[in-house]
């Protein structure tokens, strides 16, 4: 997971985390620069220095070291969905976690990654994939912890998805307008825009529409003149 390295931890998983930094980083300043298909594994493990054995021990593919960033910050939401209490509905807890996991991400460093990720991602269909798979595998992951931990009935009670695929939205579209904002990416600024998608929520579920009314009616055809006599 992309958060700061305690000086608590032991030597080898400081040099680990580090290695993997450093291989999120170098991946994203030549996938930018370089494009995604332009770049290597080659040259990437080149310019990190380490073999690619290595760099599978890390990732599965330069799509998931690519979208590193926003994967971790998935990982850190199931990690606090196994403790966090509830207190209120299931989309709030839900809110309130991922909200959560959004402040543990190491800022400035996580957000200039995150945007890297997400600009690339709008180029490049096969991180668009990758992103669909790993959504899914995280909403069942998040779904068997709801299970586990609340005894919800996920198989036959349609509710615990819809309530996680509500979240996802919010998220996704607190994150296209973030990514979009001018100026340097900053962590809180996409915890405020998911918040403010959270509070939508129960007004988008009530919301009515009815035709309009002061629509431009289209113009009668023109008459002809009568004949003259």
Same mark, same amino acid.
Not at 76 to 86: K, S, V, Y
Not at 87 to 108: C, E, Q, S
Not at 175 to 188: I, K, V
Not at 194 to 200: G, Q, T, W
């Given at each position: 997971?992309?958060?700061?390295?305690?000086?608590?931890?032991?030597?080898?998983?400081?040099?680990?985390?580090?290695?993997?930094?450093?291989?999120?980083?170098?991946?994203?300043?030549?996938?930018?620069?370089?494009?995604?298909?332009?770049?290597?594994?080659?040259?990437?493990?080149?310019?990190?220095e380490i073999s690619k054995r290595t760099f599978f021990r890390y990732f599965d593919s330069?799509?998931?070291?690519?979208?590193? &960033?926003?994967?971790d910050?998935?990982?850190?939401?199931?990690?606090?969905?196994?403790?966090r209490e509830p207190a209120g509905t299931l989309i709030?807890?839900?809110?309130?976690?991922?909200?959560?996991?959004?402040?543990?991400?190491?800022? &400035?460093?996580?957000?200039?990654?995150a945007l890297l990720s997400r600009r690339l991602a709008a180029r490049t269909p096969s991180m668009n994939a990758h992103g669909l798979q790993f959504c899914d595998r995280t909403?069942?992951?998040?779904?068997?912890?709801?299970?586990?931990?609340?005894?919800?009935?996920?198989?036959?009670?349609?509710r615990p998805r819809l309530a996680l695929d509500l979240l996802v939205a919010s998220f996704h579209y607190a994150l296209q307008g973030w990514t979009a904002a001018p100026g340097p990416a900053d962590r809180d600024a996409l915890a405020a825009r998911l918040r403010e998608a959270l509070a939508s929520l129960p007004g988008t579920l009530t919301l009515?529409?009815? &035709?309009?009314?002061?629509?431009?009616?289209p113009a009668d055809p023109p008459t002809a003149p009568p004949p003259r006599a």
């Amino acid at each position: 997971m992309n958060t700061a390295i305690s000086p608590d931890l032991p030597l080898r998983e400081r040099k680990k985390l580090r290695t993997r930094q450093a291989l999120i980083d170098t991946a994203l300043d030549r996938f930018t620069a370089q494009g995604f298909e332009g770049t290597t594994l080659d040259g990437l493990c080149a310019e990190v220095e380490i073999s690619k054995r290595t760099f599978f021990r890390y990732f599965d593919s330069k799509e998931d070291v690519a979208m590193a &960033p926003t994967q971790d910050l998935w990982a850190a939401f199931l990690e606090d969905l196994e403790t966090r209490e509830p207190a209120g509905t299931l989309i709030g807890l839900l809110g309130d976690t991922l909200v959560g996991a959004l402040h543990r991400m190491p800022a &400035p460093d996580w957000a200039g990654r995150a945007l890297l990720s997400r600009r690339l991602a709008a180029r490049t269909p096969s991180m668009n994939a990758h992103g669909l798979q790993f959504c899914d595998r995280t909403s069942s992951a998040a779904l068997d912890v709801l299970r586990r931990r609340f005894g919800l009935d996920v198989t036959r009670d349609p509710r615990p998805r819809l309530a996680l695929d509500l979240l996802v939205a919010s998220f996704h579209y607190a994150l296209q307008g973030w990514t979009a904002a001018p100026g340097p990416a900053d962590r809180d600024a996409l915890a405020a825009r998911l918040r403010e998608a959270l509070a939508s929520l129960p007004g988008t579920l009530t919301l009515t529409v009815r &035709p309009r009314h002061d629509r431009a009616q289209p113009a009668d055809p023109p008459t002809a003149p009568p004949p003259r006599a």
